[in-house]
């Protein structure tokens, strides 16, 4: 088992920064590629980007690319969310989420372990 929790959300201005960060606790996060998803009230859950297991490799939403990056330290069992010029449109909860494989993936379905999610507020 992967326990995942999010922390770091928070109400923001619209040009502004947050950092999310991922805690993993049980198994080991460090053959397990990992990623970040946001779902805004009323709307489907959506993919915000992806990082694999050694964090060579990344993947980002068009949305967010160019003003979110994601990272990891595996040594310390955590993924971070860098979030800059953020936009009303980004309010949502964010999770973050665990595969039981090495590859980034962009489909919920693919992820196996899941956090609670953090509450990231916008603005305008």
């Known amino acids: 088992q992967v326990q995942l929790v999010e922390s770091g959300g928070g109400l923001v201005q619209t040009g502004g920064s947050l950092r999310l960060s991922c805690a993993a606790s049980?198994?080991?996060?460090?053959?397990?590629?990992m990623g970040w998803f946001r779902q805004a009230p009323g709307k489907e859950r959506e993919f915000v980007a992806a990082?694999?297991?050694?964090?060579?490799?990344?993947r980002y939403a068009d949305s967010v690319k160019g003003r979110f990056a994601i990272s990891r330290d595996n040594a310390k069992n955590t993924v971070f969310l860098q979030m800059n010029s953020l936009k009303p449109e980004d309010t949502a909860v964010y999770s973050c989420?665990?595969?039981?494989?090495?590859?980034?993936?962009?489909?919920?379905?693919?992820?196996?372990?899941w956090g609670q999610g953090t509450q990231v507020t916008v603005s305008s």
């Open positions: 990082i694999n297991w050694s964090g060579g490799t990344t």
């Open positions: 049980g198994r080991s996060i460090s053959s397990r590629a």
């Open positions: 989420a665990a595969r039981s494989d090495l590859d980034v993936a962009v489909s919920p379905s693919h992820y196996r372990f």
